[in-house]
Structure formats: C-alpha cells, structure tokens
RNA sequence: GGCAAGGUGGCAGAGUGGUUAUGCAGCGGCCUGCAAAGCCGUUGACACGGGUUCGAUUCCCGUCCUUGCCUCCA
C-alpha cells in the first residue's frame, strides 16, 4: 500500500515514507482543558483516526496526542468558578475523552499531560538557553527567533510579512518582538514550579515539542492539528525543536485539518457560535456527526448546517439499509478500493462513494450467499472508516426519538386487520396517523416494519 | 496589505487534458392494494475573459467573488 499525504510544509501532496520502514510516529495536538469540546475540535481526531486505521494496517503506529492541561484559560475558569484547577482539568479531559469515545474515535497510543512534563520542558529550555537560542530576561526566558534563520518556513512567511501583519505591540523584555516566551514567571494563585529561571511555568508552544521528542524522537513521520495551529503555534514549535536537535526537523510531513464554518462562519470563541458535541449529541446519532465529516475532504471547510446532516443520515441509512435483511455479518477484509480512496490523501468522499458501490452489488446480487460476502466486504470497509459499527437493526431500530410504543402497536395491529380485510382506505389512515407521531411504515414479505421519519 | 485555499449540475461533494463520480432531490418505468425500500432508465455541471492544445471543467495568465491564517482558537 502506498500512502499520499498533502504535506502543509512543501504545499503539495508526497509519497509517505516512514523514517523506519516498519514504523510509524505520529504526533497530534490535542486539546487545552478548560471548556466543552466543541464540533470542531472533533474533526481533526475524526481524521486523524481514519488515518491511524490505514497506518496500522501497514506499520507499527504510535500515536501520540496530547493533554494540554497548563494554560492560562484553565486557571481563568477555574478562578470563575472558584475551584481548583485540578477539577477543571479533570473534568473537561473525562468529557473530551467521552466525546471522542462516542464519536468512535480509537483512544491514541499515548495521551500526556502536559504538567506531567515539566521536568523534559525545563530541560529543553536549559538546552536553548546553553545553545544560544534563547535568553533570560526579568524571570522570562524567551526564544530568540534571530538565531533560527529558517524562522518561517513552515508558514511561509517572510520576516517582513510577519512584522508588517503582526499586531503584537513590541515588548520591552523581547530583543526582537517575534521572539516568543519558553518560561515565564507565575504569581498569585497560579501554578508554577521551580526552574532555574524562578517560580513560573512554561510557554505555550513548549510543551508538544518536549512530548514529541519524549515518546517518538526528535523527528516525527507526522504532525498533525488543525490548520489554525499553523503559524504560530507549529512554526514556534519548530524553531524549538529544530534548536534542540541541531537543525533536524521535527516532522517529515505536516498534516492540517479545515475548520468548521457555521453559516459560512468559522466557528470559533471569538465568534460566539460554538456547536459543543455534548449538545449535538442530545438530538443526533454520533455516527452521523461522524459521517458529516467524512462527506468533504479533510483539508476543506465544512459548512455545518442542518442540510449536512440530513444527507449524511440518509447515507448510513442506505449503507445500513443493503445489510439489513442479511442477519449479523462479521466484517471482512476492507475492498481496494477504499483503501486505495484513503491511502490517496484520505480521500473520504472517494472511499464513501466506494462504499455505495459495494451497496449497489449487494442490492443486486443474485443470492443471500452473494450479499453477505459483499456485506462483510462493506462492513469491514466502512470499519476503516469507524462507520457501520452497530447493526442493521439497532441502526433502525433507534428511533431516537420520544413514542407511545404501546400505541403504536396497537394502531399496527388494527392497520394489518384493516389491510387483510381489504379496507385499504382505513389502513391509509391508520399509517396517517402513525405517521404523525414520528414513525414511518414500510410493508415487506415479512410483515410492516417501523422506521423514523 | 501579506500568505494560503477555493469557486463543479437543485443541494452536498470527488475527480479528470478527450467517454460515468457518489449521496440526496427530480423525471419515466418495474415492484406494491397504495406507499416505502430496492431495481432499471433518465434530465442536469464544471465563476468570467483570454492563452496553450487537434481537443480544456481539468494546464497557464488575468478579472470577479468566497473563505481561512497573519491575535487565544481544532
């Protein structure tokens, strides 16, 4: 299998070639502690799953994604609701992690805290600082960006350009204003811990490169995160890494996910229009956020609106619907062609569209016999997908929604009475009715069957 | 202003230098008491203007428009 990745840093997508031929390290940023995750924080582990299936049919994977449980919004919303850090950052670490759980994203290799690295950040710092990189200045240690001269690189930005677009008002502890903090001091009731540089606690950047190096070396197959985090937070990780390890890269290929727009809007804090999963998840079946994403192309914006999800419903109710009627099937071997769809860049709407090709063979096959070895053909092809985890009947069966059950039944009952007497005009009436409490009929040979609307 | 991505049929959304995306919706059939689901067939597209080419939606240039990043953000 030959896997294409776009890489952000040469803008154009390569053959993927593992440092280790059997290996794989790959690095996401995940996410600071402090809130409800919300929609968009899920895209990029969404992906970033998909793409850790496909790697582990080939290599020996490492997934790593972070904790960022340091920060200073953490100790904000702590401060607001007057508890202890701590409660924040465990709190919204089990809600993150139950989102993605539910969101069938596969738990990563190894999920650190960031406080749990201090020690591998000071020691970084204290390699910058020894290297020249770096410089202390009233109990701040900041990062001298004139000693990196490939500062930029990755974001393709000139010096000029970032001056001219920066409106960061020039500090007077920075030699140059683009150098950013490595350490800074923490007074109050902010945590801190002890350095040579005094009681404070570390920058923003420091801690992915200090992980980074920590559980996979000091140059990564992949780094993943969304594609805000480009400039500054990767170009600043970079800078780091690259000073530590004497100008070796801190990762081959740089993967970045699209945001999420809402009404055309990026969704963001900023912009007050945050979709927070726990809320989608009261009203919508995680399989379908799931395939809401799959529908466009990972490096593309989603426009997240009603529509999106209609249509991704109706696709899991047409994958589910060519399987319904086959009984349990095992998953089987994923087809070519959507391994091929996934290996080209993660081309999810190749692979989806892979899939209802599989669903067309199987609503046409000639016997049971045939369909149910398409059907596992489907099911272990949608699987590397982390689609069509339930089955077909649980998939229907959730009607997910509040119903008289009782009622219903009875109303089926005197509708088949009305059929078999051939009162079709009664029996018309009857799914009028059972229609308007949310439920839909479908006659088969095998009797009526209930469906959502 | 700089950097970057993009403008595809009614909607969503892949892809391609010359013939089909795919899903939903529409239309005509089959099936059904009627529907639904499913099947068969089918309408319909590549922002605009130039250029390269035997031929461009696909490559190049320009124009218009949209979006993101440049500041915490996935």
Redesign the pocket.
Known sequence: MKINLYNSNT?SKELFVPIDSKKVAMYV?G??VYSFP?I??A??PVIFDVLARLLRREYKLTYVRNITDLED?IYQAADEEGVDISEITERYTKIYQDDMNALGVKKPDIEPLATEHIGEMIEMIQGLIDKGHAYQNQDHVFFNIDTFSDYGFL????EE??I?????KSSEIKKNQRDFVLWKPSTGDIPGWESPWGYGRPG?HLECSAMAKKYLGKTLDIHG?????????HENECAQSMCSHSGKPLANYWVH?????FD???????EGNLLLIRDLLQEIRPEVIRMAFL???Y?????WND??II?SE??L??LY??IRKLGHISPGEPSGGVINALA??I?T??A??EL??I??KI??AKSDEESKQLASILIGSANLLGLMNESAETWFDDLNIDVDEALIERLLNEREEA?SNKD?GR??QIRQEIESLGV?????PNGPVL?KN
Do not use: Y
């Open positions: 803008k940023c996410p600071t919300h968009g924080n895209r990029g919004k974001s393709n930005r000139t350009e970032q001219s677009g920066a409106r960061i923003w995160g969304g594609s805000d985090l480009l400039f500054p937070h996910n699209g945001m999420i727009d055309n809007v990026k969704m963001s804090k900023s529908t466009t192309h490096r593309k914006p989603i426009n529509a999106l249509d109706k696709k109710d047409r619907g060519s080209d860049d081309n709407p190749k989806l569209s209802f090709a669903v067309k609503n046409n059929r079709f029996a018309d839909s009929i479908e006659d088969g469906m």
